[in-house]
């Protein structure tokens, strides 16, 4: 039973899905169903938060010496993830009133704080286990059943799944977690990520006042050639979403913020461009020809900027003309201001630009203020 939903990208429809939590609440229902009616259901259907109801089909359950037992396969639509297509299963039996939700092999562990759940709770988030429990209680309330039931959240191949998600990197242990807000996992979405980059950002400030921020792996491997990485200093990735970073920085307790990146991301931040990803923004040319002519570039030299098909290859230009350090320091100051534009005085933040090629690019006044405290804390 496909999920036929859909919406329209350009000219792609793109098919929702819908998110472990879903097919927890879902397998909970029917093997709720099967407990108290000794009926296996053909299907169960919810209605998730974002109004969209969700109905599959039941093929898989059972029942045991405690209980019964039903499962819902995940179905992520057209924003596949290592959890589609995964058995999440859902065990229950008697107990005398209330219900309780736990999560089993292949449910992960929270063992970090900081989480959504506490330390050594099972990493069911409180959005999916309020859906599991309201259809948990619809259940009962059909059948007229007034006792309590006991609910296991369990993936059988959950543990193999979390291996390729950051749970380990956010103290999630032996298992993949339970998510979803919406109960939908809209096609091609992004905050997924930005919200894994706010878990560990929350995380990471209750450990220090102080953060190298990064996009990528470049940049990883900048900061341990420079030495950066033994300042006692946490790093974070933020892969394009530096804006979202920034903002969620701003509501933690954080005191100063290093910014490392190569000058590809970085020139774009010159000019205000705060998701660094190509299909939002480009314009590297422009921020250089621009900066460039500021600095007395002439119309030969701008042209050639606008014409180069990366950000070394601009650099060579500016070296050829005799004007790389002015037009390099012209837009980490650009820089700088943007950054500070948008923390508000929140934090401190400077800026460490560099290359593949031509390594450390320069470092903006506050990059050079922040690095001192730090080195002389050591």
Avoid at 76 to 99: F, K, Q
Avoid at 183 to 211: C, F, H, N, Y
Wanted: hydrophobic share 40%; aromatic share 6%; proline share 2%.
């Amino acid at each position: 039973m496909t999920f036929e939903y859909y919406h329209r990208s350009g000219t792609k429809l793109l098919r929702y899905g819908y998110t472990t939590g879903t097919c927890a609440a879902l397998a909970a229902a029917a093997a709720t169903r099967l407990l108290l009616s000794g009926k296996a259901p053909e299907a169960e259907e919810l209605m998730t938060g974002k109004g969209i109801p969700v109905r599959v089909e039941i093929e898989v359950f059972g029942t045991d010496e405690t209980g019964a037992w039903a499962s819902v396969y995940k179905d992520a639509g057209d924003d596949s993830d290592v959890t589609d297509g995964l058995e999440i299963r859902a065990h229950v039996s008697h107990r005398e009133e209330g219900i309780t939700i736990d999560g089993g092999k292949g449910i992960g562990r929270v063992t970090k704080p900081g989480l959504n759940q506490p330390v050594g709770n099972a990493a069911i988030n409180s959005g999916p286990r309020e859906q599991i429990r309201a259809a948990v209680e619809t259940v009962c309330s059909e059948l007229r059943y007034e006792g309590g039931i006991d609910v296991l959240i369990t993936a059988p191949e959950g543990e193999k799944a979390a291996e390729k998600t950051f749970n380990a990197k956010l103290g999630i242990e032996g298992g993949i977690s339970i998510l979803g807000t919406s109960g939908i996992v809209e096609p091609m979405s992004e905050q997924a990520l930005v919200d894994t980059i706010e878990i560990e950002l929350k995380q990471t400030a209750l450990e220090s006042d102080r953060l190298i921020i990064t996009p990528g792996n470049y940049g990883e491997d900048f900061i341990a050639e420079r030495g950066l990485d033994q300042m006692d200093v946490p790093i974070q990735k933020f892969s394009n979403f530096l804006g979202e970073t920034l903002d969620i920085l701003s509501g933690l307790d954080v005191r100063e913020v290093l910014l490392v990146a190569h000058v590809g991301k970085l020139s774009k931040v010159a000019a205000g461009i705060m998701n660094t990803h190509s299909k939002y923004a480009d314009g590297r040319n422009e921020i250089f020809c621009a900066h460039a002519a500021i600095c007395g570039a002439d119309t030969e030299t701008c042209r050639k900027l606008m014409d180069a098909a990366t950000t070394d290859a601009c650099i060579e230009i500016l070296e050829e003309a005799g004007i790389r350090e002015q037009v390099l320091e012209s837009i980490l100051h650009a820089v700088q201001q943007k950054l500070e534009h948008r923390v508000k005085g929140k934090y401190d933040i400077g800026a460490v630009m560099f290359s593949n090629v031509y390594g450390l690019l320069g470092t903006t006044e506050e990059a050079d203020i922040i690095l001192s405290k730090w080195e002389e804390d050591k």
